[in-house]
């Protein structure tokens, strides 16, 4: 087969493995809040939150530093996916193996603290799989990370399906979550061995190369946990799990479109890393342009759709109850937006290399979310929450934006963005109109509007949706 038609091949997979799986992630989710309910998905929501501070420790930049190493020339690829999965594997048993532990001086219910436990599990398949990313990049066989993100999904999706039937409570969700998360590290593994011979490997002079490339990545990452998870965190510890479970709710909905510019970033830092080592500083500024061209193409009309569907969005997914969870969403997509050009930026700062002079940005930016969540949930609940997130996602954006701007000498293109913030505004007008119609027409108009009004613009040229086809293609992990 010729490398055209492999590439065309492996896109397709992944085009279909993507949709798939994004489908299948909406009506689990919706399982499981119609199932739960607010206090009940505020408890599950809890769990998988205070696990997930573990899961980002666990990852300490180590996914990030597999993708830079291989992408090196004349890197040793089993080599190094050997003792980088080694790593990984000893860290999730550390770092999960000693949640539940701390869990138990949390003021949490015996039900959650259980959840904890079990769920541990999960997130420790998710880490030994989510490592392997770099090498399906590599390789250009994505296709096989999205065919294990789908079996792991539709496993969840059936196990949640078995908890709402039988009504089986909050632990059997959790179970199923397990449950998928083992089928997709085994099918990933499995997969990744076909192109690199992966073993246990305790070469500590690699390991402390991993390290030093890893460590500032790491750091920076255990920062950023903390005005990532610190919301949901506080609002367990200071609020009723019904709000919890309203906040989370609508957390999930910008977990799944957060996810799409951090595997964009992952297929493009490759390219920029090579770009800077080679000296080639006008193809790394052209690449940063692209990708800032096609972040702005896609973070905009979510950070103005969002406000005129957000609440009937979130009936039409988990159910009248959580109708509260509508004006948390229209806030978080804001800091998703935010979120889609800090993944620009934030990978631009691994591939110049300065992940260390950036450690204090991360460090003052939990430091002041830290403080600001501390006095804001309590008083103002998921509105503070919500606020100080979009506060947190937007200060890291322009630290790292400033600083990468500064040393790679890029100038950014505003013509992208000043069309799409037109187009944005624009579609969202139309939306509101349209307010009396099913939230599903409102959201297929606006996707409607805002195409045909890019198009208006002159803004949809080959290279930006070559950029966006590569979006599209990219694989998700399976997550709720």
Request: glycine share 8%; hydrophobic share 60%.
């Amino acid at each position: 087969m010729s490398l055209t038609r492999a590439i065309a091949s492996n896109t397709a997979v992944q085009v279909a493995g993507k949709f798939v799986g994004n489908v299948l992630g909406v009506l689990t989710m919706a399982v499981i809040t119609r199932s739960l309910g607010a206090a009940g998905f505020g408890a599950f929501t809890t769990a998988i939150s205070f696990l997930q501070l573990f899961g980002i420790l666990v990852d300490f930049g180590l996914t990030l530093t597999m993708t830079s190493l291989l992408s090196a020339p004349g890197a040793d690829q089993d080599r190094i996916a050997s003792n980088v999965f080694t790593l990984r594997l000893v860290s999730a048993l550390a770092f999960f193996g000693l949640a539940p532990v701390l869990a138990l001086a949390f003021p949490y219910s015996p039900d959650v603290r259980t959840a904890i436990a079990v769920g541990a599990l999960s997130f420790f398949a998710m880490a030994c799989s989510g490592v392997l990313t770099g090498i399906f990049q590599k390789n250009l066989a994505t296709g096989m990370a999205a065919l294990a993100d789908v079996l792991g999904r539709t496993v969840l999706f059936i196990g949640a399906l078995y908890a709402w039937y039988t009504n089986a409570g909050l632990l059997t969700f959790i179970w199923a979550l397990v449950l998928g998360n083992a089928l997709q590290f085994a099918v990933a593994f499995a997969s990744a061995r076909r192109l690199a011979r992966i073993r246990l490997a305790f070469d500590f002079g690699t390991w402390k190369r991993i390290i030093s490339e890893s460590w500032p990545i790491g750091v920076s990452i255990a920062f950023n946990l903390i005005y990532l998870k610190g919301d949901v965190i506080i609002l367990s510890l200071s609020r009723p799990q019904a709000e919890v479970g309203l906040y989370g709710a609508a957390y999930k909905v910008l977990d799944v479109v957060t996810v799409v510019p951090m595997i964009f970033m992952g297929l493009v830092l490759p390219l920029l890393t090579a770009a800077w080592l080679a000296g080639n500083r006008e193809e790394f500024a052209r690449k940063t342009r692209r990708s800032f061209d096609a972040m702005t193409v896609l973070a905009l009309p979510l950070a103005f759709g969002a406000w005129p569907v957000a609440r009937d969005l979130m009936v039409f997914v988990s159910g009248e109850e959580f109708a509260g969870s509508g004006i948390y969403l229209a806030i978080l997509m804001l800091a998703g937006a935010a979120v889609f050009w800090g993944g620009l930026f934030g990978h631009a700062v691994v591939a110049l290399g300065i992940q260390r002079k950036m450690i204090w940005a991360y460090a003052a930016d939990a430091a002041i979310s830290l403080a600001l969540y501390a006095w804001a949930v309590p008083k103002y609940g998921g509105l503070g929450a919500a606020w100080v997130t979009v506060f947190a996602e937007t200060f890291i954006l322009l630290v790292n934006a400033i600083a990468v701007l500064a040393i790679a000498k890029v100038r950014l293109p505003w013509r992208t963005f000043a069309a799409a913030l037109a187009a944005s505004a624009l579609m969202a007008a139309a939306v509101n109109a349209a307010e009396s119609q099913h939230v599903l027409l409102r959201v297929l108009l606006g996707m409607i509007v805002y195409t045909f009004l890019l198009a208006v613009f002159g803004v949809l040229n080959k290279e930006l949706l070559s950029s966006l086809r590569r979006t599209a293609a990219a694989p998700s992990t399976t997550a709720v």
